[in-house]
């Protein structure tokens, strides 16, 4: 018996669908962790952080990386420091403050995420293939509902 098979309470449908996408959520991490780990000796937290710098060519400073990944900035610093050291980002300085540093991809390391990112698409796909393209669909119809409701909470 799962996790959500055992939910007993007067709103037992709602806390069954909570547990299921939870646990949902956590098998589909575990095998993208251990994909990124196996085929590219990296962790999920240095491929989130290469992906916020993929999508701003630009860089971000250091605090802007902390903020849209919502973990401290000391996080952010150490695999910072780890992702430099392999030549796959660089820091810069910002012009009128020393103390602040904008991150970029190098040419190797925009090179190194996209063969991740690849993959990481083939193993999002391998989890949903047990649904039709009508199922995707109102699956995502339906979970951007409960999404919306959410928003009054913010």
Do not use: Y
């Not at 962790?43 to 919502?70: V, Y």
């Not at 393209?133 to 999404?147: A, D, F």
Request: charged residues 30%.
């Amino acid at each position: 018996m799962d996790l959500e098979a055992r939910a007993h309470s007067e709103h037992a449908h709602a806390l069954r669908l909570w547990l299921r996408l939870l646990t949902c959520s956590q098998l589909i991490e575990k095998r993208v962790r251990a994909g990124l780990r196996e085929h590219f000796d990296t962790t999920l937290p240095r491929f989130d952080l290469m992906a916020q710098l993929e999508r701003h060519p630009e860089g971000l400073k250091m605090k802007e990386l902390s903020h849209r990944l919502m973990v401290t900035g000391g996080n952010v610093t150490g695999i910072t420091d780890q992702l430099v050291a392999e030549g796959l980002v660089e820091r810069t300085g910002v012009e009128g403050d020393r103390r602040v540093f904008r991150v970029r991809l190098t040419d190797r390391g925009r090179r190194a995420f996209a063969q991740m990112a690849e993959q990481h698409e083939h193993w999002i796909v391998e989890a949903f293939e047990g649904l039709s393209p009508r199922e995707l669909e109102q699956l995502h119809k339906l979970l951007g509902k409960v999404k919306q409701h959410q928003k009054v909470f913010e």
